[in-house]
């Protein structure tokens, strides 16, 4: 026996996608983050699609009688939360690199000072 809910009223291909729901918004993100990151989608787009997205889950279809709504509006929500996230991601790491780059550079000119040769 599996371990799927069935809700009310809830069809195959909303049962499917709620199934697969983490699944479909990480490739949903993942496209998306791409274009964000090549410059073909602006930043600014992907920042109000979330926030519009995000608005329209919680206000919205959080608490709508349709089961395939729900899950449609939560893939589109996460994958745009996702979406914003990746260019956060990056510049963090990227100050780290840069961080890191520092530190070894003092190590190495520490290094180089100490030497009595």
Do not use: C, K
């Amino acid at each position: 026996m599996s371990n799927v809910v069935v809700e009310h009223g809830e069809g195959l291909f909303s049962r499917s996608l709620r199934r697969r729901r983490f699944i479909v918004a990480g490739i949903i993100a993942g496209i998306e983050a791409v274009l964000v990151l090549a410059d073909v989608i602006p930043w600014w787009v992907a920042i109000l699609a979330a926030a519009a997205a995000v608005a329209i889950y919680v206000g919205w279809a959080r608490q709508h009688p349709a089961p395939i709504v729900r899950s449609i509006a939560w893939v589109t929500a996460a994958s745009q939360l996702v979406v914003v996230l990746v260019p956060v991601a990056i510049v963090l790491v990227g100050l780290l690199a840069l961080v890191g780059v520092v530190v070894l550079a003092a190590i190495a000119l520490g290094v180089l000072l100490l030497d009595r040769r």
